[in-house]
């Protein structure tokens, strides 16, 4: 008892005395306790915030990926299948009737083409892994399927004896848009976007950067030059959407371009994508060292001769950067197409700037208005490729910065 009352006796001194030294110490903050709390709540909510961002990336990049990996797999049926006249006529007497709501309605569609492409087919009957429909496919893939009971008993069948499997969907690669779902692929929207911004980065680019230079190299500061550099301003912070509606006031109205085309579609990306262009080049310029230019003075150059000699090849990976960035972020755009009518039903690959032709983000959005089932898949998988592609462009633009980025 008396060791404990000599402890609390001594805890109590201790305390005054403490209370007593913050009292009389003239540089004590009554506040500081209060403003240590508010900084761990502020650490917390920031961390939280950070996990929270994190934890959503995740869900969403995992249901992406849960959705669309079955796109990547079609099924396909071994059965006997017969080429003659009287089946390349009527396409569906080539298989037996009990197929003949099970096997695609496009594989069977193509069947005069096979034989015109390989003619030793005729008046033969092979067995050949055959495409089947979409509901097939559901059901192959465990989703939800509409087939009557006396086709489903022909398909259980089938996939007992392994003349019913899942290959590697190369149709997706290979085949443009198509109204049958196990048909639907994605590569006239992939070249298509290739044309566009083929379009967009030889009109973008070389404007973008010979404003830049002009605005950081050579023009006065007055007020013409500071109108153009707000303008310019101003057209980063413009809706994309806007942009749509120039490019089909102008340049399909006013110019007649041919609608749907990639040329209208990368000069519409072009105007959006030239304030990138401008802003990063002009950075870019800033960043080299005005001792650069003063060198080249004192060797009697001339100020253009510095520029093009000297600057410019000092500043190029960064306008570079910025130049691809600009790129990526025109490759994802989906509004101001839909204006210019790229968002059209294409089936097959534009062979020109100047033919119909529609985009990746086009046809994801297309593919996700339709009902069926099988298209779902289709979206996240068309949603993957094109993320894989924007991941890769901002990934060269890293590695373009590091790589030829100069530490002054």
Do not use: C
Not at 254 to 279: E, N
């Amino acid at each position: 008892m008396s060791s404990l009352m000599k402890k609390t006796n001594l805890n109590s001194k201790l305390n005054s005395s403490n209370k007593k030294t913050e009292v009389e110490n003239p540089f004590y903050d009554p506040s500081l306790q209060k403003r240590h709390a508010h900084a761990r709540r502020f650490k917390y909510f920031t961390m939280g915030s950070i996990i929270f961002a994190i934890s959503f990336l995740v869900f969403f990049l995992g249901d992406m990926i849960v959705k669309g990996m079955p796109a990547f797999q079609q099924s396909y049926m071994l059965i006997d299948v017969t080429y003659n006249e009287k089946t390349i006529d009527s396409t569906r007497k080539a298989i037996d009737k009990k197929y003949r709501r099970i096997v695609s309605r496009a594989w069977l569609r193509d069947i005069p083409a096979m034989v015109e492409q390989d003619p030793s087919l005729m008046n033969t009957t092979q067995t050949s892994w055959v495409l089947v429909n979409h509901q097939v496919d559901q059901y192959m893939k465990g989703h939800y399927y509409k087939i009557k009971d006396k086709y489903l008993q022909t398909i259980k069948e089938k996939q007992a004896a392994g003349e019913l499997e899942l290959h590697f969907n190369t149709i997706f690669f290979t085949q443009g848009d198509s109204k049958i779902p196990e048909n639907s692929g994605i590569k006239s929207a992939i070249i298509g976007s290739i044309l566009t911004l083929i379009v967009t980065m030889v009109v973008a680019f070389p404007l973008g950067v010979m404003t830049a230079v002009y605005l950081e190299e050579f023009a006065h500061d007055n007020y013409w030059t500071q109108f153009i550099e707000v303008n310019i301003n101003n057209l980063a912070a413009i809706p994309s959407i806007l942009f749509g509606l120039l490019g089909l006031a102008v340049f399909i109205n006013l110019f007649g371009v041919p609608r749907s085309s990639p040329l209208v579609g990368g000069l519409t990306l072009a105007l959006m994508t030239l304030p990138i262009v401008i802003v990063s080049a002009r950075a870019a310029l800033r960043s080299v060292p005005d001792s650069i230019r003063q060198a080249g003075y004192g060797l009697g150059l001339t100020k253009i001769q510095v520029v093009q000699d000297h600057v410019l090849p000092l500043a190029f990976p960064g306008i570079m950067t910025g130049s691809i960035i600009g790129l990526s972020q025109a490759m994802g755009e989906t509004a101001p197409l839909i204006i210019i009518g790229m968002i059209a039903f294409i089936p097959d690959s534009p062979d020109s700037i100047f033919q119909a032709a529609t985009v990746m983000p086009a046809q994801i959005f297309t593919w996700a208005g339709m009902p069926e089932r099988a298209y779902v898949e289709r979206t996240a998988a068309g949603i993957m490729v094109l993320l894989s592609i924007l991941i890769s462009l901002n990934a060269l633009a890293i590695y373009l910065r590091k790589k030829f980025e100069v530490n002054w």
